[in-house]
């Protein structure tokens, strides 16, 4: 079973960087490692997504140029550079992984592993 454990998320001033990071451990998934974020009484929204063994990387528009997903194969951690950060950035980020590879980087329905979540506050 795939367990994703997240980390960093905390309280930033508009403006400020923070860095997300997803371990994994505990088996094999289907290449792809996505970061989505939800708010309170809203559904859960893609952020960004990035290809395990080729290093593609996929954003939301929302985020574009701001934030960098990278993945260090060796610590089997993903991350999440996020910068510039705006108020409506804040969310719980959640990293997830699919059980098998293809499908839709951007999609929730095709993520089977989810973490826990982290909080990221941006203050205005």
């Known amino acids: 079973q795939v367990q994703l454990i997240e980390s960093g998320g905390g309280l930033v001033q508009a403006g400020g960087s923070l860095r997300l990071s997803c371990a994994v451990s505990?088996?094999?998934?289907?290449?792809?490692l996505g970061w989505f974020r939800r708010t309170s009484g809203k559904e859960r929204e893609f952020v960004a997504a990035?290809?395990?063994?080729?290093?593609?990387?996929y954003y939301a528009g929302s985020v574009k140029g701001r934030f960098t997903i990278s993945r260090d194969n060796a610590k089997n951690t993903v991350y999440l550079q996020m910068n510039s950060l705006k108020f409506e950035d804040t969310a719980g980020y959640y990293c997830?992984?699919?059980?098998?590879?293809?499908?839709?980087?951007?999609?929730?329905?095709?993520?089977?592993?989810w973490g826990q979540g982290t909080q990221v506050t941006v203050s205005s």
């Open positions: 997830a992984a699919p059980h098998n590879p293809g499908g839709s980087c951007c999609y929730d329905g095709n993520y089977d592993y």
């Open positions: 505990g088996g094999t998934f289907g290449d792809r």
């Open positions: 990035i290809s395990w063994t080729m290093g593609t990387a």
